[in-house]
């Protein structure tokens, strides 16, 4: 009975401890990333900051309910959210930064609005309106 | 009267086993309760979600009777729901992300009216 408690105990113990570990994880984590978010750092980096944090966040809600308080929980849950809505315009700053690394440069469509003709550059399309033309007036009745 | 403890014994660790799945189960479900009530794709929720699909297919399959024949029906129901998108919580490393700008380009589109400059 006594070795029973002892090991409840120290599984409670243990659990408890990894939670403080995710706590502190997550307070050094949000810390930087706060901090880094309003430095001009590149997407590259942000994007991966900010699903660190994410991750030990999601963790702490996941395993450690019990010790935050339904308010913390809510007020977690929403900067999640927001954390997650950042980390979209980061991937998509993050593509643009390797295209530039990389040197590969977009394609470019030119659509020519009287004829609705579309075509890359240096391809004129081929049925050209000519020039001046004015539209029809229309028909009188009497 | 030696036969009779070693069944004895047997059952009990087979028990012992089975609670410790359920026990297992239980946690990983109370930790996808949370991932789908935050409902934002990460590499932590991903892991989460794998590990529940996992430790269900386990309690299914090897201690089917820890749990009501209701919860069973439910279970088995839900897990080919979410077994359909696996993907849902899945995060694109950097990697992927290199990849992607490496393979494809970006896209402009120029809006010109189609009149000809005339030659001089």
Not at chain 1, 125 to 136: L, Q, Y
């Amino acid at each position: 009975m006594r070795s029973l408690f002892l090991l409840v105990t120290l599984v409670s113990l243990a659990f408890s401890f990894e939670c403080v570990v995710l706590q502190d994880s997550f307070t050094a984590k949000s810390s930087v990333y706060n901090k880094e978010a309003k430095s001009d750092l590149n997407a590259t980096q942000l994007y991966k900051m900010v699903n660190e944090k994410i991750d030990v966040q999601t963790a702490l809600l996941a395993y450690c309910s019990d010790m935050l308080s339904l308010s913390t929980q809510y007020y977690y849950i929403q900067e999640i959210r927001r954390d997650g809505k950042a980390r979209d315009r980061y991937a998509t700053l993050a593509l643009q930064e390797f295209r530039k690394r990389f040197g590969i440069k977009p394609k470019v469509n030119t659509v020519y609005q009287n004829t609705g003709t579309r075509s890359t550059v240096g391809h004129r399309p081929s049925n050209f309106p000519s020039v001046g033309t004015k539209p029809m007036p229309p028909l009188m009745r009497f | 009267m030696k036969s009779l403890s070693l069944i004895l014994l047997l059952s009990t660790a087979i028990l012992a086993e089975c609670t410790s799945t359920y026990n297992t189960f239980k946690v990983d479900e109370q930790a996808y309760l949370q991932v789908k009530k935050i409902n934002v794709a990460s590499f932590k929720a991903d892991e989460i979600f794998k590990k529940y699909l996992e430790s269900s297919h386990t309690l299914l399959e090897e201690c089917p009777n820890t749990i009501s024949l209701d919860k069973q029906y439910v279970l088995k129901r839900e897990l080919k729901k979410l077994e359909k998108d696996s993907e849902k919580y899945k995060v694109a490393q950097l990697y992927e992300i290199r990849k992607n700008a490496l393979g494809s380009r970006d896209t402009i589109t120029v809006y010109r009216n189609g009149t000809i400059t005339p030659v001089r």
